[in-house]
């Protein structure tokens, strides 16, 4: 693989470093994520954190600038083991509720990330198989998207908020497709990959099958 891209040299102190910022980052949206998860609360922040969209995001891009994919898989298990032992331990002890459902959902994730981590490393390499890995968040993040369209019911009160949220997710596809490549040339391969990703993943509709009702709608 090495011919797509050649790991880092790193030494342990960056390497512990590097792992710890992923451990800081996690708590913080950990708390974050629980802070905006109440009533009274602006309800885009918490259809945000109710998302895939956003984790993977943030995991794409801690993922793409480790040291090496081994790292990245080391740093993402970090980052979302961080954040969902600070947002459940906090639901469970002082609000004394256990969303079992939810904590085993959000699980599977933490358990299988280490995986995408280490794939998603390569993204930011060269050829082919780089592109369609640069593709895939913004892929989840496209299919995510439209299907807010669903959001858009008479009876919501809401509903007026989710151009907002579109524009979000638009500024995360924006900023991977900008951040990720090493080459700007690969920015149109990118995105003609998502797009034509998307539209599978819209038309046989994955994301519903995978995740039914766990992916937060407003």
Not at 15 to 25: N, Q, T
Not at 28 to 51: E, Q, T, W, Y
Not at 62 to 69: E, G, K, L, R, T
Request: net charge positive; charged share 10%; with cysteine.
């Amino acid at each position: 693989m090495n011919q797509i891209r050649v790991k880092s040299e790193s030494t342990t102190k960056q390497k512990v470093v590097s792992i710890g910022y992923a451990m800081l980052i996690g708590v913080i949206m950990g708390v974050a994520a629980k802070l905006v998860d109440v009533p009274g609360i602006n309800p885009i922040f918490d259809s945000i954190g109710g998302r895939l969209g956003v984790w993977v995001f943030v995991a794409a891009l801690i993922a793409v600038f480790s040291y090496s994919p081994k790292l990245a898989a080391v740093k993402i298990f970090i980052f979302f083991g961080s954040m969902l032992t600070v947002y459940y331990v906090y639901t469970v002890l002082f609000l004394h509720f256990s969303p079992e459902k939810a904590m085993f959902f959000w699980g599977i994730c933490a358990v299988v990330s280490p995986i995408c981590a280490y794939i998603m490393w390569y993204a930011r390499g060269s050829g082919l198989l780089s592109n369609v890995v640069a593709a895939l968040p913004v892929t989840l993040l496209l299919s995510e998207g439209f299907q807010l369209r669903h959001a858009y019911l008479p009876i919501h009160t809401h509903y007026n908020l989710i151009p907002v949220l579109m524009i979000i997710y638009l500024i995360m596809i924006v900023v991977l497709l900008l951040i990720i490549p090493i080459n700007k040339k690969q920015f149109l391969p990118i995105l003609s990959i998502a797009v034509i990703l998307s539209f599978i993943m819209i038309y046989f509709n994955v994301l519903g099958r995978i995740f039914g009702g766990m992916n937060g709608v407003l």
